[in-house]
C-alpha cells in the first residue's frame, strides 16, 4: 500500500459543476496537508494549505482536512476549463529538511 | 519577487552520460528540495539542501548527487544516465525548510536519456 493514494483519473465535468478530489493516506504522523495545482510541462502551483484537521476555503475552493479517518478533499466550485490540469495532494509529519509525500495525482478536464 | 528558476528546460542525453541541472530558489529561501516525476511514480524527493548541507535525502542510488552553494542555489547531477532516468526533475524552495512551511515549484528540466 503507498502511503498516499489518490484516484488517477481521468475526470471530465461539464464548466459549472462542483468538483471532488480525494486523497487518503496511511502515515498519522501527516500534519500538513497541501494541494498543488499542475499545468502540462509545468511545475506544481500551491493552491490550498491546511494544518490538521478542519476546513479552509480560499475563492472557489475549499480544502477539508478529516486526520481521524486520514482523509483529504478539495472542492471546486463553478469550475472553469482554466481548472483542467493535475490536482495532487501533499503531506508532511513533524521534522525539518522537507520531504512532503504526494499524491500521484488526478487529472481533471472541465468540458466548456 | 522572481519564482524559482530552473535551467534548463530540456536535456537530451544518451546512456551513461552524466548531467547537471541547475535551480535558483526565491530570494531568501534558503531550503531547496528535488524532487524526480514520471508518469509511473509520480513525485519523489531526491533530497534538501539547507545552508550548504544535505539535509534529507530521498531513496534513491547515489548516482543521484546535489550541492548547494553559499547563495542558495543549488546543482544536481546524475552519473551515468540510465534510461529510466528520463524524467521531469523539479527543484521547490521554502525558507528554512520547516515542515510547516510552504513550498514552491519551479517549472522543472525535462531531461530525456536516449
Known amino acids: 500500500q503507498k502511503e498516499v493514494e489518490q484516484d488517477p483519473g481521468p475526470l471530465s465535468v461539464p464548466e459549472g459543476a462542483i468538483v471532488s478530489l480525494n486523497c487518503t493516506y496511511s502515515?498519522?504522523?501527516?500534519?500538513?496537508f497541501m494541494w498543488y495545482r499542475q499545468y502540462s510541462r509545468k511545475g506544481p502551483e500551491l493552491l490550498m494549505y491546511?494544518?490538521?484537521?478542519g476546513n479552509k476555503e480560499d475563492g472557489r475552493f475549499t480544502a477539508q482536512v478529516d486526520k481521524s479517518s486520514k482523509y483529504i478533499s478539495l472542492f471546486i466550485r463553478d469550475s472553469q476549463p482554466s481548472d483542467s490540469a493535475t490536482y495532487l495532494c501533499?503531506?508532511?509529519?513533524?521534522?525539518?529538511?522537507?520531504?512532503?509525500?504526494f499524491g500521484p495525482g488526478t487529472r481533471l478536464s472541465v468540458l466548456p | 519577487k522572481a519564482g524559482v528558476t530552473q535551467t534548463p528546460r530540456y536535456l537530451i542525453k544518451t546512456r551513461g552520460q552524466q548531467v547537471t541541472l541547475s535551480c535558483s530558489p526565491i530570494?531568501?529561501?534558503?531550503?531547496v528540495s528535488w524532487y524526480q516525476q514520471t508518469p509511473g511514480q509520480g513525485l519523489q524527493f531526491l533530497f534538501e539542501?539547507?545552508?550548504?548541507?544535505?539535509?534529507n535525502k530521498g531513496n534513491f542510488p547515489g548516482r543521484f548527487s546535489g550541492r548547494q552553494f553559499s547563495n542558495s542555489r543549488s546543482e544536481m547531477n546524475v552519473s551515468t544516465l540510465e534510461l529510466g532516468d528520463s524524467a521531469l526533475y523539479l527543484c521547490?524552495?521554502?525558507?528554512?525548510?520547516?515542515?510547516?512551511?510552504?513550498?514552491?515549484f519551479g517549472s522543472g528540466t525535462q531531461l530525456s536519456v536516449l
Open positions: 539542501y539547507f545552508s550548504e548541507t544535505q539535509r
Open positions: 530570494s531568501g529561501h534558503r531550503s
Open positions: 491546511t494544518y490538521s484537521s
Open positions: 502515515n498519522s504522523a501527516f500534519q500538513y
Open positions: 501533499a503531506m508532511s509529519g513533524g521534522n525539518y529538511g522537507q520531504n512532503f509525500v
Open positions: 521547490a524552495s521554502s525558507l528554512s525548510g520547516g515542515p510547516n512551511e510552504k513550498l514552491f
